[in-house]
């Protein structure tokens, strides 16, 4: 096996949208969102001559020492264990010719099966991959809570769409169902969106950030990546017809729908002229949710997804994500990956309500093994350790203080 660190990229793109272990980030479009600072290589891992791997090897700066990063792992055949040796040495070589003082590679790699609750069951077990990379010197982050300070999540909810349509919404729980039959009467509908609207994804990412205290993207970084996904970007608006929500109420109210229940009739008369208000405040029409998503091969990503507050109460994120799946489906997807989640199924974590909320649509629990480092400067690694710890510390105290709402 041999190395090219410069591989024609049709080719270098073509290998990952194909491969089992693919990932959005290891395609050359990731390397054009990258800060100018970045100097990517198109690496191509070659047996006479045949294309059999490839890495998105990202070059980067830390003050005056630079460092090598290959976002969510190389593409190979992990099952062959003489091919991962022979690769992991060429990365070795790699990084010490390049004179950086690491090589971090989080792997698109899972650990082991589980049931959504997070029991581990029967099928895939990979760590025999993590005691691999132990013995060609890397040091393992550890299998631990998704939100430590790795680069990447360990932890997602990963929806099967392979499915026929009309199963779909069956899969989903019961909130979830309810929400979408109540879309049809109030005028909810997701559409795909353009480039041009994404004010509203600022807007509401905006609104979310002045409650947790992060800080929000500029526009120009959302648009940065549907440029550089262009075909593999899609952008989804969900609105509003509040004229036909309305209209719906006011069926319900006077229908008998209701004639035996008058706690749930004086619910539907407030919604009512609460619906009035709104109409009063924002038009006919309303945007209330928006998504960005990616897909390479037969795999999406659900980017981010933020909701108008105002309307949180119409659940039009489900919409959207029942829309997004239908979509993806057209376009070949079959792994619909939400993107994230703490790792903890425990109802005392404080992130355990986004766990609750992705997993009503159905989805599956994946477990990766995780981030890893090859050294090949202790000194320079311990002080980048050590100093990129009090910066994110630092700037995650800052942008709470300037961007979350008193």
């Not at 090598?68 to 990084?95: M, V």
């Not at 979408?180 to 005028?187: A, D, P, S, T, V």
Request: hydrophobic letters at 35%; aromatic letters at 14%.
């Amino acid at each position: 096996m041999y190395l090219n660190s410069n591989c024609k990229i049709s080719d270098f793109d073509e290998f990952v949208k194909n491969h089992e272990f693919s990932h959005y980030m290891n395609t050359s479009m990731w390397a054009k969102t990258c800060d100018t600072n970045t100097k990517p290589f198109y690496v191509g891992f070659y047996e006479d001559d045949e294309l059999i791997g490839t890495a998105l090897v990202l070059k980067k700066k830390w003050l005056n020492k630079t460092y090598l990063y290959i976002p969510w792992g190389p593409c190979l055949d992990y099952t062959n264990q003489k091919e991962l040796q022979e690769a992991l040495n060429l990365l070795k070589k790699f990084t010490l010719n390049e004179k950086c003082f690491m090589l971090r590679i989080d792997f698109n790699v899972v650990r082991v099966s589980r049931d959504i609750d997070g029991n581990m069951i029967d099928g895939v077990n990979n760590e025999h991959i993590t005691q691999i990379l132990l013995e060609n010197g890397f040091k393992h982050k550890g299998y631990g809570y998704a939100y430590n300070g790795s680069w990447t999540n360990r932890y997602t909810l990963i929806k099967d769409i392979s499915i026929p349509y009309d199963e779909l919404v069956l899969t989903y729980a019961k909130p979830r169902q309810t929400a979408l039959k109540r879309h049809q009467i109030i005028g909810v509908s997701t559409r795909v969106g353009t480039i041009d609207e994404l004010d509203s994804l600022c807007e509401f990412e905006k609104e979310l950030a002045e409650i947790q205290g992060f800080k929000p993207h500029p526009k120009s970084y959302f648009q940065k990546i549907i440029t550089s996904y262009q075909d593999h970007a899609r952008f989804y608006i969900t609105e509003i017809n509040l004229k036909q929500m309305i209209q719906g109420l006011d069926d319900e109210i006077h229908s008998k729908k209701y004639a035996k229940d008058k706690e749930a009739l004086t619910s539907k008369q407030k919604e009512y002229q609460e619906a009035i208000l709104l109409q009063k405040q924002y038009g006919d029409v309303v945007k209330i949710a928006a998504g960005l998503f990616l897909y390479v091969g037969n795999k999406s990503y659900d980017l981010y997804t933020y909701n108008k507050k105002a309307f949180g109460f119409v659940k039009p994120v489900d919409n959207l994500h029942l829309f997004a799946m239908q979509d993806m489906k057209n376009l070949g997807v079959v792994h619909y990956d939400m993107c994230g989640f703490s790792g903890s199924t425990d109802k005392n974590d404080p992130y355990y309500g986004l766990y609750s909320y992705k997993k009503s649509f159905g989805s599956n629990f994946t477990e990766y093994i995780g981030e890893f480092d090859y050294v090949a400067s202790n000194k320079d690694y311990t002080n980048f350790i050590k100093q990129y710890r009090l910066v994110s510390k630092v700037k995650r105290k800052l942008n709470s203080i300037l961007n979350k709402k008193k």
